[in-house]
Each structure stands twice: as structure tokens, then as C-alpha cells.
């Protein structure tokens, strides 16, 4: 029942760009509230990887970067690499739900 | 550093209650609200409330209002998180997360390593 929808899959050769987009509605990201992005790798519990639309924790490399429109949001990982194989979620506050919401998620497959 | 310890996996009825914890250290626990987090196999990820350790209030979503009670113990730096009525549903690793915004804004920087619960027969 996410309200955060993503693509299921992405996937990219070695050095290459992709995006994994997050579309929201009006009660979330179109209401301006922050978006964060987290990596999950099997088996682990989620990383915080983007927050408050486009800013890197300490240690995440600006391969990663993020950025948003009116009611979607993206993930850009540039320069692809086999480490970066994992699911991706966007996360944001909703106000309908007056909670916060997870999208879909996107597995990125690294070729 | 900043670590969350959560305890070991369970196995319950359908119809029981469990109850997770999840020990801070590494921080001032009273400064940092925690939510918890949690994970059907398969499935994505499920918010499903957050408590400020200081003081004890909660907020829940509406699907889990009435069957989710979230506490804590400040003088053992852990917050619970307990689920009555357990359904074969509620099957999932579940996960505390620190947060270091607060309101709208709220992020998950530290996580817990989860907690598997299984609801069998």
C-alpha cells in the first residue's frame, strides 16, 4: 500500500548512469516535504543514502546524487559499480496519512 | 558510535503478543525520537510508528492504532516495540531507526539489525 510509487528494476553496465525515479501525489512529495533515499543490500537492514532532497551522509560517495520536481523525485548513481547492486526506497512524510510513507522500491541490477 | 542492539528472533501463535527491544548507545538516547520499521518477506519497507524517548508520547498510523504500543526506559536506553493480536501478516524482520530531523522531516540515520518474528501455527 505504498504511496510512493518506483520503477521494480533498473539495471546498467559498469560506468554507466541511472536513475530510479520516486512519484508521489499532492499529500507528499508535492507538498514540498523532504525526500530520503536509502540502500538496502540482502539480508541487511536499510542505509540512509540522500537526505532532505539532495544531501550525502559522511561516507556516501557523490556518485549519488538527488533531485526533485513538483511531484516526483529521482536518484541518480553515476559511474555504476558492481558495490552499488542493492533495492533503493525513497521515504517522505505524507499528510493524509499524517505518517511517513516508503515507495515501492527498485532493485538496480549491475550488468 | 552510535549503535542499536535489537533482541533475538521469535516464533509466535497467531493470536499472541511479542514484544522487541532495541538498546541505544553512542548518543544521548533522550535527544533522538525512534520509529520503528518493518519488512515482510519479499516486501518492501512499512512504517509503522515513532516514540519520543523523552517523555513516552507516540504516534501511530492508522492501520496499527490499537494493536501497537511502543514504550521506553530511559535508564536502559531502550524503547519497545510490542504487537498484540499477532496475524500471520505481521510475519517480517522488524526495525528500530534513530531520527535525527524530527517532525515532517523526519530521516532514519542509525538502524537496528532487525528482528525476525514469525506468527505459525
Known amino acids: 500500500q505504498s504511496v510512493l510509487t518506483q520503477p521494480p528494476s533498473v539495471s546498467g553496465a559498469p560506468g554507466q548512469r541511472v536513475t530510479i525515479s520516486c512519484t508521489g501525489s499532492s499529500s507528499n512529495v508535492g507538498a514540498a516535504y523532504d525526500i530520503h533515499w536509502y540502500q538496502q543490500f540482502p539480508g541487511t537492514a536499510p ?27 529521482s536518484l541518480a548513481i553515476s559511474g555504476l559499480q558492481a558495490e552499488d547492486e542493492a533495492d ?24 | 558510535q552510535v549503535h542499536l542492539m535489537q533482541s533475538g528472533a521469535e516464533v509466535k501463535k497467531p493470536g499472541a503478543s511479542v514484544k522487541v527491544s532495541c538498546k541505544a548507545s553512542g548518543y544521548t538516547f533522550t535527544n533522538y525520537y525512534v520509529h520503528w520499521v518493518r519488512q515482510a518477506p519479499g516486501r518492501g519497507l512499512e512504517w509503522m510508528g515513532v516514540i519520543n524517548p523523552s517523555g ?8 496499527f492504532q490499537g494493536r501497537v504500543t511502543m514504550t521506553s526506559d530511559t535508564s536502559a ?22 531520527d535525527p530531523n524530527g517532525g515532517t522531516s523526519a530521516a532514519f540515520d542509525y538502524w537496528g539489525q532487525g528482528t525476525l518474528v514469525t506468527v505459525s501455527s
Not at chain 1, 540522500?50 to 516526483?72: E, H, Q
Not at chain 2, 513516552?56 to 492501520?63: A, D, H, L, V
Request: hydrophobic letters at 25%; a positive charge.
Open chain 1, 47 to 73: 542505509k540512509l543514502l540522500m537526505f532532505g532532497n539532495g544531501n550525502r551522509p559522511s561516507g556516501v560517495p557523490d556518485r549519488f546524487s538527488g533531485s526533485r520536481s513538483a511531484t516526483s523525485a
Open chain 1, 88 to 111: 533503493y526506497y525513497c521515504q517522505s512524510f505524507d499528510s493524509g496519512l499524517r505518517g511517513y510513507v516508503f515507495g515501492t522500491g527498485t532493485k538496480v541490477t549491475v550488468l
Open chain 2, 56 to 63: 513516552g508520547s507516540t504516534t501511530y498510523p492508522r492501520k
Open chain 2, 77 to 98: 536506553s531502550t524503547v519497545y516495540l510490542e504487537v498484540s493480536t499477532l496475524r500471520y501478516e505481521d510475519t517480517a524482520v522488524y526495525h528500530c531507526a534513530r
